[in-house]
């Protein structure tokens, strides 16, 4: 069973680094809604890898939040200020997905981009703790 978690974490690991290069080519491209969408996403992958190989899944993402907070910022696994990049990441990505003519700055997506490189590399630190 532990081999089977750890190839699941692989994957998600997997699907984070890939995601992030998507963000990146997205952002160099201008369609900076997608960007902003992947780099959601690469966090989203790269905690469901942590926190499964902790013995959690979550099928919402309001779960995964939570777990995020709860189980790694509050037990003083990840600095706070982690939590809250992962947090305007996934406000970011809401208004990208779901908001009518919402529209971003090049700038600001580079920014987001940047947060969910170091979410991520946050994450893969967390791993090698586990």
Do not use: P
């Not at 190839?7 to 809604?33: I, N, P």
């Not at 989203?44 to 790694?72: E, N, T």
């Amino acid at each position: 069973q532990d081999e089977a978690r750890d190839q699941v974490v692989g994957y998600w690991l997997h699907k984070a680094g890939g995601a992030l290069e998507s963000a990146q080519s997205e952002t160099l491209a201008g369609r900076l809604d997608f960007a902003v969408n992947r780099a959601y996403y690469a966090c989203f992958y790269a905690a469901s890898a942590v926190l499964l190989r902790k013995g959690k899944k979550f099928v919402k993402h309001s779960g995964l939040r939570a777990a995020v907070h709860q189980d790694l910022v509050k037990a003083g696994k990840l600095d706070a200020k982690w939590g809250k990049a992962f947090d305007r990441i996934f406000e970011s990505r809401q208004s990208a997905d779901y908001v009518e003519l919402w529209e971003f700055a090049t700038d600001q997506v580079e920014g987001i981009v940047i947060d969910a490189e170091g979410f991520v590399q946050e994450m893969r630190r967390l791993l090698t703790q586990v």
